[in-house]
């Protein structure tokens, strides 16, 4: 089944803790991207990556970290998590490296920082 | 990037066929429309997309004029399991990079 899998679904952790939220899909899409989600902001992109070691910041990058080793998974790295990162994640992959064409979304991953 | 306008929210009953309207005046001629569904907690799901006229799947219709300024997502029969948030998104499918989110149309249906 063509997937993209996010983890962990859920995070709690506390400021400073660095953390690593892991990206995975089986379709061997070359476009992958993160999103958080806020309630009345809705989906801004924080990083994309096109292909394999090709990474650019997103509209919302700040205080975030990627890096695209192999082609089924981006991880998504807190390198010093604070509150004000508290959201709803989704990672994203689309075919032939290109934004627009049809994007499959992961379930999400809500992380909370204390 | 187009920018999009959506209404709000709509509210339908289980039953009736569903039309929510997306306007894009500064759509531009590589520009495709792209319409995402997305219940509470989970990731955007796509729908349905088109360059111009009709586009028809197992799920909607999207219907789009010639002057390409608008489009409007059809769904025929809802089910109260089709309340969720869609999203109508414009942009390059072929060299665009970001999939841009707007706040969406918030669908509610009802029995």
């Known amino acids: 089944e063509a997937q993209v899998t996010q983890n962990p679904r859920y995070l709690i952790t506390v400021t400073g803790k660095k953390l690593t939220v892991t990206c995975s899909q089986n379709?061997?899409?070359?476009?992958m991207s993160w999103y958080r989600q806020d309630p009345g902001l809705g989906l801004r992109q924080i990083y994309y990556?096109?292909?394999?070691?090709?990474?650019d910041k997103g509209d919302v990058p700040e205080g975030y970290k990627v890096s695209r080793k192999e082609k089924r998974n981006f991880p998504l790295i807190l390198e010093s998590p604070s509150p004000n990162q508290t959201s709803l994640y989704f990672c994203?992959?689309?075919?032939?490296?290109?934004?627009?064409?049809?994007?499959?979304f992961g379930q999400g991953t809500r992380l909370t920082v204390v | 990037l187009a920018k999009t306008t959506q209404p709000i929210s709509m509210d339908s009953y289980e039953g009736q066929e569903v039309n929510i309207t997306c306007s894009h005046n500064?759509?531009?001629?590589?520009?495709?429309i792209t319409w995402y569904q997305q219940f509470p907690s989970q990731g955007p799901r796509f729908i349905i997309q088109?360059?111009?006229t009709k586009v028809t799947n197992e799920v909607a219709s999207l219907f789009i004029p010639a002057d390409r300024k608008s489009s409007t997502l059809s769904l025929p029969r809802v089910s109260l399991s089709d309340t969720a948030v869609y999203y109508c998104?414009?942009?390059?499918?072929?060299?665009?990079?970001?999939?841009?989110f707007g706040a969406g149309t918030i669908l509610r249906v009802k029995s």
């Open positions: 994203a992959s689309s075919f032939g490296g290109r934004g627009l064409a049809e994007a499959f």
């Open positions: 379709m061997n899409h070359e476009y």
């Open positions: 990556s096109m292909n394999v070691e090709v990474t």
């Open positions: 500064n759509i531009a001629t590589n520009d495709y």
């Open positions: 088109g360059y111009k």
């Open positions: 998104l414009v942009g390059d499918r072929y060299y665009g990079n970001k999939l841009v």
